[in-house]
């Protein structure tokens, strides 16, 4: 007993050690609030809970914990893309999470969802009736000096009836303790998706911490925020999408993954098309009718006809669309205004006039230049008060500054920036100093404050506003940042808003009496369609590239190949790669090491192994949200396979060896795709892109290795290109001959590898697709493939041609085409269904 004791001590002592380890250094910045040391000096009592449930586990716990969470990032491929770099980063998230009590959280809910009830009522005035202008209560230019402001939506009533769906407030402690509004969001505000994958990672990395903490779920807001977006459809059973930018997008990790959370079609300005007054979306069943669109694009890009004529990402004719009701978007365009700084200093008298109370949660104190009395303030003051632009990110005259202080700028910049301000005063506003408070950051081992901001989203339900018990925080590296944006060195926190009372657990999904029972997931937009195919032919094409290299490399090394067979057959595959455009012309009568290094990893052949890998990741991109986590991250290892690689020129062994590791990549993304992708109209594009890749390869690779003069060991290369040497052999005892070889690579019905076998995929698939008119008129692919499978089963082996060979190639090339012109974004010609049959 007395040594079981002694045993708890010493781990209750390792605990309080572990603790003071973490705590040494952890000092306040002075005149900064802080959310783990009080106003007393001492720990708040909720870190304190966090920070001994933590310190139960030792250390090398805490780190695997720490490790499980980075490889659940890795793995989900979480990322995110700063503007102006073509690369996604990795996924930052801080090890410690933002801890809110629920008494404080509770004044935080009531001052968002007051401000966005009255940034509601503002857009109906301003949109509407025009009386805060009219009455003097809003200077007219506070408003139209705004990029934001649409005066197309002037007079528009929204479909669904509001303004905003979604409002998000940038908010951080001030030096009183309350919380301040540092910014609003209203043009589509951001983060949400990121902010429930925080949870996720944390959650499942600390779950009994999680629990034992008491946690508000989050699962509960999406939930009636996705109600309050089939509430502001016209149909019942709407169809909801989310419009992106498209794989460019800073978030579309975000995008991708909120649509695949909540059920959403995720889609493209591409993707729709404005008919008679309704928004439709492409399919490969025809036009289907989209009812609601979340907008992720700023609005001033949505509509090339009637906003900005260089959008090239938005839907022509989607405001008149807007204007007839025929759809509801969340947020309306034009709502953006509201995030304009000339507006702040407006709030508090907005508030009065708007909801007759005072501001539950004041912003910054704001003053815009575009009135005498402010701007002589600010001028007065100009040493003492940041300046910031009144309606962009940007301080005009400052190139890419947010906002700049005067007694930090030199005497002339100074003088010419009074001087803009005196001149040009509505597009500017002085602001007092922001101090953002600090909360703890994990940095080596040990806890260190650091400043962060936290935006809070509120949502328009059919209950009314509801705000999520959590947030988006973001926490700099830096001790005197003034503003905190996703970048180099800022990490994302988890957001634990702590109940005083244990939280049921909850879900986004329905109760069961509820669930009606979906066995396909409705129509496939064109454009998943065509990125599907494409990624099937990419990973094809890669699999075939990978084969003509590896085939080099062994046959170069095989010390028992006739040496002037081997030297025919190595140039006949090296002049394929170059042909196939993998390597640099010249590369044919380089030695084989070089010529499959250059086709393996060669950044400026289109042809090479590493573009080929790209182009599949490429078009996998454009249908994230269809992808589980361990597809995304093994079409991320069939790239990094090849990168990682030496940087040095390769041997053939070393090439043969990450030839084999990126094949062994390939044969597990098609057994994923094969086991675990539903077997809809998606699987069979992706499937039909494969085979006629494959076809195709097949047929290049006969007409080279297999003509009517073939050697041996041409055929014997075949087989090894084709995958088909233990089928050849269990069927054969004898070696290779022509007509064996040409009926197992073109036309055997049982080979997976063959030609024949490819069609009759092709045909049969076809056949399972939607129709667009029931006049008993064969669709041209259907026409195609039904021509060439029949032509493929009635051909002997020992008689065909080597011309025939090459019109089959030509004509799966024009199945291809056929398939592309019927199936993908084809413009004004796309057409609606008359009747739908067949998976869609």
Not at 91 to 96: D, F, N, V
Not at 282 to 302: N, Q
Not at 383 to 389: D, F, K, Q, S
Request: aromatic fraction near 8%; include cysteine.
């Amino acid at each position: 007993m007395a040594a079981k004791s002694r045993s708890a001590t010493e781990q209750r002592d390792a605990a309080i050690d572990r603790i003071a380890a973490w705590t040494k250094d952890y000092v306040p910045l002075p005149g900064t609030p802080d959310e783990f040391i009080g106003g007393d000096g001492a720990v708040r009592s909720h870190w304190r809970h966090l920070l001994n449930a933590l310190a139960g586990l030792d250390q090398d716990a805490i780190e695997q914990r720490f490790e499980a969470a980075d490889r659940r990032i890795r793995n989900m491929g979480m990322s995110y893309r700063v503007q102006g770099e073509s690369a996604e980063r990795s996924w930052p998230l801080s090890r410690m999470p933002l801890l809110i009590p629920e008494a404080e959280w509770r004044e935080i809910a009531r001052g968002v969802e007051q401000r966005a009830e009255l940034f509601e009522r503002v857009l109906t005035d301003v949109y509407g009736d025009g009386a805060l202008v009219r009455e003097g209560v809003l200077p007219a230019a506070a408003i139209t000096g705004s990029a934001d402001f649409l005066a197309s939506m002037r007079g528009v009533a929204p479909p669904g009836g509001r303004w905003l769906r979604l409002y998000a407030a940038d908010i951080g402690r001030g030096p009183d303790g309350r919380w301040w509004v540092l910014g609003d969001r209203t043009q589509a505000p951001s983060g949400s998706g990121y902010a429930l994958e925080n949870r996720l990672v944390v959650s499942q990395a600390f779950p009994s911490l999680y629990s034992e903490m008491n946690v508000e779920r989050l699962a509960p807001f999406f939930r009636e925020f996705r109600a309050g977006l089939r509430m502001s459809a016209q149909r019942s059973g709407p169809r909801i999408c989310i419009l992106t930018p498209g794989p460019w997008s800073q978030t579309y990790f975000e995008q991708a993954y909120l649509a695949r959370y909540l059920g959403f079609l995720l889609v493209e300005g591409g993707d729709l098309v404005m008919r008679d007054g309704h928004i439709f979306v492409r399919t490969i069943a025809g036009l289907k009718r989209a009812d609601v669109l979340w907008r992720h694009v700023d609005a001033d890009w949505c509509d090339p006809v009637e906003l900005n004529p260089a959008s090239r990402i938005g839907v022509p004719g989607l405001v008149d669309a807007i204007r007839a009701g025929a759809v509801a978007v969340e947020n309306m365009p034009g709502a953006g205004l509201l995030e304009s700084r000339a507006l702040l200093g407006f709030m508090p008298v907005l508030a009065r006039r708007l909801l007759g109370a005072d501001l539950e949660m004041p912003s910054i104190a704001t003053w815009w230049c575009g009135q005498a009395a402010e701007r002589d303030k600010v001028l007065a003051s100009l040493g003492e008060i940041a300046i910031a632009g009144a309606f962009g990110d940007q301080v005009p005259g400052f190139g890419d500054e947010r906002s700049v202080i005067g007694s930090q700028l030199s005497a002339a910049d100074r003088a010419r920036l009074a001087q803009e301000i005196g001149e040009r005063g509505v597009d500017y506003v002085g602001q007092d100093i922001v101090r953002l408070s600090t909360t703890p950051r994990w940095e080596k081992g040990r806890l260190v404050p650091r400043p962060f901001v936290l935006r809070v989203y509120a949502a328009a339900t059919p209950e009314g506003w509801r705000v999520m018990p959590g947030g988006f925080c973001r926490i700099s590296d830096q001790t005197d940042a003034r503003a905190v944006s996703m970048g180099q060195g800022v990490e994302s926190a988890d957001v634990w808003v702590l109940s005083d009372s244990p939280v049921e657990t909850t879900s986004l999904l329905p109760s069961p009496e509820k669930v009606r029972i979906v066995r396909l997931l409705g129509n496939l937009p064109s454009r998943a369609a065509d990125n599907l195919f494409w990624f099937g032919r990419y990973l094809e094409r890669e699999e075939a590239t990978l084969r003509l290299v590896r085939c080099i490399c062994t046959r170069a090394v095989d010390p028992d190949t006739p040496a002037n067979s081997a030297r025919q057959s190595l140039e006949k595959l090296k002049a394929l790669l170059v042909a196939w455009g993998a390597a640099p012309y010249g590369m044919a009568k380089a030695p084989s090491a070089l010529a499959s290094d250059a086709a393996l990893r060669e950044e400026n052949s289109n042809g090479s192994a590493l573009s080929i890998a790209r182009a599949a990741r490429h078009a996998a991109s454009v249908i994230r949200e269809r992808l589980t986590p361990e597809t995304w991250r093994l079409i991320g290892r069939l790239e990094s396979v090849i990168v990682e690689a030496p940087d040095r020129a390769l041997s053939e062994p070393e090439i043969i060896d990450c030839t084999e590791e990126a094949l062994t990549t390939i044969a597990a993304l098609s057994g994923l795709f094969d086991e675990n992708f539903n077997r809809g109209a998606g699987w069979i594009f992706y499937d039909m892109g494969r085979r006629i890749e494959r076809g195709i390869n097949t047929c290049r690779l006969t007409r080279q290795f297999a003509g009517k003069t073939a050697s041996a060991h041409n055929l014997d290369v075949l087989l090894d290109l084709i995958d088909s040497q233990i089928t050849y052999r269990s069927r054969y005892l004898t070696g290779v001959a022509l007509g064996p070889v040409r009926d197992m690579a073109l036309l055997d019905p049982f080979n997976p590898r063959s030609v024949a076998f490819q069609v009759a995929s092709i045909d049969d698939h076809i056949a399972a697709l939607p129709i667009l008119r029931q006049d008993g008129m064969l669709e041209e692919p259907k026409r195609l493939s039904m021509q060439l499978r029949a032509d493929l089963s009635t051909q002997d082996a020992e008689e065909i041609e080597d011309q025939a060979i090459l019109g089959q190639e030509q004509r799966l090339m024009k199945l291809a085409e056929a398939i592309a012109v019927r199936y993908f974004l084809q413009g004004a010609h796309h057409a609606r269904a008359e009747h739908v049959t067949g998976l869609a």
